[in-house]
């Protein structure tokens, strides 16, 4: 399988003119958090592959939803986003009502493009718990085993005991509600044939699925026009954020100020703490990925490591990631406040009255195809006039806190029970209903 990256002009050459040389600097971390590979610390070698938690046996087709692309996130061609969706069928099994399957990478998938013909694996996942939905090992084009990276999923059957403790603290499920399924950020790992570590994906939280009888709903959800105030990467590249000046010791010296541009936003209309900033990259660079927070905790906000659509010749693509609960490991900001490195106690990242503040050197870089340096995450490092390092931030439109809920004309209506196949159903029992009430129509699992 084959990675695609945005390939531009830019090379290291473009890096501020007028002689500047601006190197990122290293700040002591020389391997990725464990949130980001599980390696061989936490990789038992199984000898055997794990058995399926899936029931066998006939499924029924329920019909047609939509699926978003999440799990392989990273291997899109390059006219298809993150949060695209496509048509596919779902079936339900005939044992187990609670099982569904679907085939996601069918021939509607634009990922066909990448694996040359449709994948006809079958993605199967539970939802019998509404707030816990869990989905069997996923085989991906006979090549890549993707596992939810929950215990249901049977990925620890590939973990020593560190690597399970790890598992079951961090353990991410996909939640159920008005006929949607979504997955977190993060919550997919992904392993080749032989390999000796995983690899996280979804990390724009874009893996959702439709089920039959449900309208579709994007992924992202516009709020409109922002403000960033860019300390961490604009001024990398561009000159006129690169001041001249004579040092102490009598030489020729760089201080660097910030980059003002305007950007879009979005907000996921079913995790609404994360954020989608498009364009956070100057424009001469051609670069139109989005970067993607995760506010779920205000003080501790986490930039999932995500690719930026730049790449020179020196390093190749260009990643980032924060170091809050990501390049440190920490899962609290108590925990990151206990590092060694002085640095990066106060390296976080907030939310505090719709501005996303970003202190000094709390994003980091990262060169997957930097030959030597695969593991290496680099802060910016880049200092004012002052001498202090640069901080970013970025102001969010206000937001009226709707998220496109459809309302019935008449809310008071009798509510009315079908089955997934559309047949009615006067005494609904346990199971899952599409209940149809006035004009609106929703999923509802009853127990």
């Known amino acids: 399988m084959k990675k695609f990256y945005t390939l531009l002009v830019a ?4 890096m501020l003119a007028a002689n500047a040389e601006v190197t990122l600097v290293a700040n002591g971390l020389s391997e990725v958090s464990a949130q980001r590979i599980l390696s061989t610390e936490y990789v038992a070698h199984a000898a055997d592959a794990p058995l399926k938690a899936a029931p066998g046996g006939k499924y029924n087709v329920v019909g047609d939803g939509y699926v978003t692309a999440g799990i392989l996130s990273t291997l899109l061609p390059e006219d298809c986003t993150a949060g695209q969706s496509w ?6 099994s005939v044992n187990d009502a609670n099982w569904y399957r679907t085939q996601l990478y069918n021939a509607n998938s634009p ?42 999923s049977t990925l620890g059957n590939f973990l020593n005991d560190t690597g399970k403790a790890y598992l079951e603290a961090n353990k991410k499920y996909g939640k159920f509600e008005n006929g949607v399924v979504v997955f977190p950020m993060e919550s997919f790992w992904t392993i080749e044939e032989e390999d000796t570590k995983f ?7 874009t893996f959702t699925i439709t ?12 709020l409109g026009q922002g403000e960033f105030v860019d300390g961490f990467f604009a001024p990398q590249f561009l000159d006129i954020c690169a001041h001249e000046y004579i040092n102490a010791e009598g030489k020729k010296d760089y201080w660097f100020s910030t980059f ?29 990925y989005p970067m993607v927070f995760n506010a779920e905790i205000a003080d501790f906000v986490i930039v999932p490591e995500q690719e930026t659509g730049i790449r020179t010749q020196s390093e190749g693509p260009w990643h980032i990631m924060s170091f809050s609960g990501n390049a440190t490991g920490c899962s609290t900001r108590e925990e990151q406040s206990q590092q060694q490195n002085a640095w990066i106690r106060t390296a976080f990242i907030t939310l505090e009255n719709n501005v996303l503040k970003i202190a000094p050197n709390a994003l980091g870089f990262m060169f997957p195809e930097w030959t030597g340096h695969e593991t290496s995450i680099f802060g910016s490092g880049l200092a004012n006039e002052d001498g202090d390092d640069l ?57």
């Open 111 to 152: 990922v066909v493009e990448v694996l040359g013909e449709p994948d006809e694996a079958y993605f199967y996942f539970n939802v019998a718990d509404p707030n816990k939905v869990y989905s069997d090992r996923f085989l991906i084009a006979g090549t890549y085993n993707a596992f939810q990276f929950c215990p249901e």
């Open 11 to 14: 090379t290291a050459a473009t």
């Open 260 to 288: 003002t541009s305007d950007v879009n936003v979005s907000r996921h209309n079913f995790l609404p703490a994360i954020y989608n900033i498009t364009d956070p990259w100057f424009q001469s660079l051609e670069s139109s």
């Open 391 to 447: 901080a970013s931030q970025i102001t969010l439109p206000e937001d009226a806190g709707v998220n496109d809920v459809v309302v019935s004309d008449d809310v008071n209506a009798p509510a009315e029970y079908y089955n997934l196949q559309g047949v009615r159903v006067n005494n609904p029992a346990n199971g899952l209903y599409i209940v149809k009430r006035g004009n609106q129509a929703y999923k509802i699992f009853l127990r």
């Open 199 to 205: 690899t996280s994906t979804n990390s724009y939280a």
């Open 87 to 92: 048509a596919i069928t779902i079936e339900q």
């Open 211 to 222: 089920m039959p009888g449900t309208e579709f709903k994007p992924v992202w959800r516009e």
